[in-house]
């Protein structure tokens, strides 16, 4: 383990923490801006929530524990599906439970410890439904890549995928051919890549640009005011199951932050703290209009190459983005990014959430020639990935991702042979 240049609890002088805080920001922007655009929520709520939630994670974890929350891409499709059901107040209603399922959660653990959730949530169901929600999410990003809207229709256009290769081709290179940080910044790259590609082939209007003002407050979605708080049994089967997948995703960064600093963080400040950290960000973020959030592994990357733990640093990215987000013309030149131009990054980061759904099984040494293990990840990925739903009554429906991930925790329950050691993602 190297030595930190700065331990999680030093304070850089004002001209570094300045430096060091844009580092972290900027490693999490693109992806943080890109959910809201593919959800139909406003990238400065997204940007604003993120700093907000940031911000109650550490307060929560007592300053202890480095790690910023941006948006998930877990969400992606259940806040699409619960808004063609019932607008995008249904959307954030359901982040707002799923922010509860968090805090139960984490009584749980308070008052039980944390092995009986490892038992519950094994590699052999979270990385099959990891795997499902980049690959449901294939079409979309494929479709955003290759067609454009001409009179109501989605037609293929060569000069707007054109765009989607260049942006594509961009991260893809900052991955592999670069070190240091700008290897752990490919989707930010990638973007302004892209944006300058389409704007030198016409695809961009900047009117809107031109028009913003130069602070401006961003979209709040407020229960009472901008929609009735109304719950529906669909809404919770679509939103709330997705917490099996992104506590599972915490839990791993969890013990990737302690690898890289050298700390035992389920022990200190506790797995039950951060949980509940993790879960209020996401309450402050869905009770003003933005998406649920995670804790991110870009800036767990940037904390791996940098040897910066320093909590104040994670804390001074988390105000930038709120600054950030009352810059009313960056936020209108940020929705003026093409659809191709994110459909192409999407391609990149779609195919690396399934992908690390599967390295998560080869990590943990899942053997599929126990016909356990390969029941439980064929139902997954069929029933996820095909869109099977269970529909009770017309307030009540289950499908795609959500059914997938409640299947997987049942028959991991109820088959016999559960795994234990490495396959049953034991922690200390």
């Known amino acids: 383990m190297a030595k930190a240049v700065l331990d999680i609890q030093d304070k850089p002088s004002n001209g570094k923490l300045l430096t060091l805080s844009l580092q972290h920001m900027f490693a999490m922007f693109g992806a943080t801006i890109l959910v809201p655009q593919l959800v139909g929520l406003s990238?400065?709520?997204?940007?604003?929530?993120?700093?907000?939630?940031?911000?109650?994670?550490?307060?929560?974890?007592?300053?202890?524990?480095?790690?910023?929350?941006?948006?998930?891409?877990?969400?992606?499709?259940?806040?699409?599906?619960?808004?063609?059901?019932?607008?995008?107040?249904?959307?954030?209603?359901?982040?707002?439970?799923?922010?509860?399922?968090?805090?139960?959660?984490?009584?749980?653990?308070?008052?039980?410890?944390?092995?009986?959730?490892?038992?519950?949530?094994?590699?052999?169901?979270?990385?099959?439904?990891?795997?499902?929600?980049?690959?449901?999410?294939?079409?979309?990003?494929?479709?955003?890549?290759?067609?454009?809207?001409?009179?109501?229709?989605?037609?293929?256009s060569f000069l707007h995928f054109s765009a989607a290769i260049v942006t594509l081709a961009a991260a893809v290179i900052c991955i592999i051919f670069f070190k240091g940080l700008v290897s752990l910044m490919p989707v930010l790259i990638g973007i302004v890549t892209g944006y300058l590609y389409s704007a030198a082939i016409g695809i961009i209007d900047f009117s809107p640009v031109r028009e913003a003002d130069w602070f401006a407050l961003p979209d709040f979605i407020v229960p009472g005011v901008h929609y009735e708080f109304q719950v529906t049994g669909t809404l919770l089967a679509v939103m709330v199951p997705i917490a099996i997948v992104t506590i599972s995703e915490h839990i791993g960064h969890q013990l990737v932050l302690g690898r890289i600093t050298d700390r035992n963080f389920i022990k200190d400040p506790g797995l039950h703290r951060s949980i509940l950290g993790d879960g209020l960000g996401t309450f402050f973020s869905g009770l003003v209009g933005g998406p649920p959030k995670t804790t991110y592994g870009e800036n767990i990357g940037v904390l791996a190459l940098t040897k910066v733990f320093s909590i104040h640093v994670i804390f001074g990215a988390a105000v930038l983005a709120i600054v950030f987000s009352f810059l009313g013309k960056l936020m209108a030149l940020i929705a003026t990014i093409p659809q191709a131009v994110l459909g192409g990054i999407s391609i990149l980061l779609f195919g690396i959430i399934a992908s690390s759904g599967l390295r998560m099984l080869v990590e943990h040494g899942i053997d599929f020639d126990k016909q356990r293990n390969l029941v439980i990840a064929s139902v997954i990925l069929v029933t996820g990935i095909g869109g099977a739903a269970i529909e009770i009554s017309e307030t009540f429906k289950i499908e795609g991702m959500a059914l997938a991930a409640i299947l997987g925790v049942l028959l991991n329950l109820l088959l016999p042979g559960k795994p234990e050691g490495n396959e049953a993602g034991e922690i200390e």
């Open 43 to 156: 990238p400065a709520i997204a940007l604003l929530t993120s700093g907000i939630a940031t911000i109650v994670f550490i307060l929560v974890t007592g300053f202890k524990v480095p790690a910023y929350l941006g948006s998930s891409f877990a969400f992606i499709i259940p806040i699409q599906v619960a808004t063609q059901a019932g607008g995008i107040g249904s959307a954030m209603i359901g982040s707002l439970f799923v922010s509860l399922v968090y805090a139960l959660v984490s009584l749980l653990i308070w008052r039980t410890g944390h092995r009986w959730i490892m038992r519950l949530l094994p590699p052999v169901v979270v990385g099959p439904v990891i795997m499902v929600i980049g690959l449901a999410l294939a079409p979309t990003a494929v479709g955003m890549a290759s067609t454009i809207q001409v009179d109501g229709e989605s037609t293929y």
